[in-house]
């Protein structure tokens, strides 16, 4: 009887918190009580304060994740898993770990994105969304509409990350199929082409309304351009304005050895997050970021010798880090349970180099670059480390983990993903 | 009784290995370590020391058949580069394989014949007269 009655209570409580947590708003709760990191925080360093735990693990390559306003997590895969390519997870006891998980959607892909009552999925050619119920649950996972068709795909670059604004715009990025646009992609002697064909369909951000079907090239709008590849990308409601992380060129010292060694090779050049509006040009493949010299360099396969300066049409990243460290995952933290530092600040999930042989390996970290009313605050730190299992990893395939999608849970934890390991991990503050 | 198995295992392996070693001649015990550094210049960065590529992105030349089977298909591979999305053990490498045909024809049977003998491969090695008859009919 007296257990009954504790239960009624439990369960009393636990409604009473969830209606709280309705009325409040989805970004003011506290972590749940039930809710521990794990007992090394799932072998991550995090700051003071911060533990972490696995959500869910052996899941076949998670790209990009979404998490409802009910906790529940979408994922996006890169390799089906039992024939299906988004997967739902769902924490049925409150203790953080998924124990419910189904798969829908027979497509391998990146984007994975929830707003107004709809998923948004991607594959490496077409944009899916799914409506959702008054639970945030798909309603039917067979009959998803497709908003855009027909991208290119040349398998150098072909994710398709998406993110969404406030006015019903969807944002695709189609990544060039190249490395530094020369005649002949990676080829040591060949030169770079001007102008670069590559531009008028990849190397930027296209545009699409959110609720439109069949969407293509003809009807959506090349927001941004001279973005090499893009993967980590995310709207900033505080600076309405959107924010991608470029994957800056590669081989630096393969394709001009007399110019830079393999050591100016491994840090250059700078991996960037840009601010982008509609009509900017981030100079790729004419010119690349140097964080050392803080100046846009004329690209060798263009004339560049590393010194020469260029790129007066282009604009300069509003952040750059080391080359090569690979950003996957772009999120603005507005939640409120991460101490005031984080608020509106930006995470970046960095998969970690492999361009930096024989050098060792760098990144597999989240980053935190913290932004005050639209534009970064302070230098960027690495907030999230460990996932690699190790260091001075001479390869990437040796890294245990890799960071790859992040998401904001309705009380402010913040999820990461890693297509290596195949794990979701949650960070959660104040426990 | 664990250890010593563990051990006998081990002592086979080491030995298996020196007797494979052994049967290369001096010539392809030279070759292969000229290749190693024709690999470390032209084809670390991408498929990396251990030869483990880089997962999606350059293929691993680790036990593949792209690797220890026919030579006509691997110089050739070599040669003249790949836009293709290769596929190894249901996974899929997208980059782009700049064609290697700068490299001269002992350079080429250099690099593959340590390619073939390294990483845990152990395949036959490759002559600069293979790579020359190859290029002559791959024009």
């Known amino acids: 009887m007296k257990k009954t009655f504790v239960n009624c209570f439990l369960l ?63 994922v996006k895969l890169a390799s089906l898993q039992g024939g299906k390519g988004i997967l739902w997870l769902h924490d049925a006891n409150g203790d953080g770990k998924a124990d419910e998980q189904k798969g829908f959607g027979g497509f391998k892909g990146t984007g994975m994105y929830v707003k107004d009552g709809y998923l948004y999925a991607s594959s490496d050619e077409e944009v899916f969304r799914y409506k959702l119920d008054a639970g945030d649950k798909v309603i039917n996972g067979n009959a998803p509409e497709k908003i855009v068709t027909g991208l290119l795909s040349r398998h150098e670059h072909e ?35 001007k102008p670069c064909p590559i531009l008028d369909s990849a190397g930027g951000i296209w545009q699409f309304k959110a609720n439109q079907p069949n969407q293509t090239y003809g009807t959506g709008v090349r927001y941004a351009t001279g973005l090499r590849n893009v993967v980590g990308i995310n709207w900033n409601s505080d600076a309405n304005s959107l924010f991608v992380m470029q994957h800056g060129r590669d081989q630096l010292h393969d394709l001009f050895p007399t110019m830079f060694d393999a050591k100016q090779s491994a840090e250059l050049p700078a991996e960037c997050m840009f601010q982008v509006q509609k009509g900017t040009n981030c100079g790729w493949p004419y010119v ?116 790859c999608g992040l998401a904001q849970g309705p009380d402010g934890s913040l999820y990461v993903s890693d297509d290596q390991g195949g794990t979701i991990f949650r960070i959660v503050y104040g426990k | 009784m664990k250890k010593i198995i563990i051990t006998t295992a081990a002592f086979c392996c080491l030995s298996l290995y020196l007797i494979a070693r052994q049967t290369q ?102 002559t600069a007269a293979e790579v020359k008859a190859i290029r002559a009919k791959a024009k």
């Open chain 1, 12 to 74: 009393a409580a636990l409604l009473t918190g969830g209606i709280n947590a309705i009325a409040r708003g989805t970004d003011s709760l506290r972590v749940a009580a039930t809710v521990k990191p794990d007992a090394n925080n799932a072998g991550l360093t995090l700051p003071q304060g911060f533990g972490a735990l696995v959500v869910a693990e052996n899941l076949n390559e998670p790209r990009h994740i979404a998490v409802t306003k009910q906790g529940d997590v979408y």
């Open chain 1, 159 to 193: 994710a398709k990350a998406i993110t969404l604004d406030n006015s019903g715009n969807i944002y695709v990025n189609i990544g060039a199929y190249s490395n530094a646009c020369q005649v002949k992609d990676r080829t040591k002697g060949s030169p770079g082409m």
């Open chain 1, 288 to 403: 690349y970021y140097d964080q050392l010299q803080h100046k846009k360099i004329l690209a060798p396969e263009f004339g560049g010798d590393g010194k020469k300066t260029a790129g007066e049409d282009a604009v300069d990243p509003v952040v750059a880090f080391p080359g090569h460290l690979a950003p996957n995952g772009l999120l603005f933290y507005t939640g409120s349970q991460f101490p005031e530092k984080y608020k509106n600040g930006a995470f970046i999930a960095f998969h970690g180099s492999w361009n930096r042989a024989p050098e060792p390996q760098k990144g597999f970290f989240v980053a935190f670059v913290p932004f005050k009313n639209g534009k970064p605050s302070g230098d960027w730190e690495i907030f999230a480390d460990g996932f690699a299992g190790g260091t001075n990893l001479s390869s990437p395939g040796d890294a245990k983990h890799r960071p």
């Open chain 2, 25 to 126: 001649t001096p010539e392809v015990q030279e070759s292969i370590a000229r290749g190693e550094k024709v690999y470390t210049l032209y084809c670390l960065s991408c498929h990396q020391k251990s030869g483990n590529g880089v997962p999606h992105m350059n293929p691993p030349l680790v036990k593949t058949s792209y690797v220890t089977g026919d030579i006509k298909k691997l110089v050739t591979w070599v040669l003249k580069g790949s836009t293709e999305n290769v596929e190894i053990d249901g996974k899929s490498y997208s980059n782009n394989m700049p064609a290697q045909n700068y490299l001269k024809d002992d350079q080429i049977a250099d690099v593959l014949t340590y390619v073939r003998n390294s990483f845990g491969n152990a395949s036959s090695a490759v």
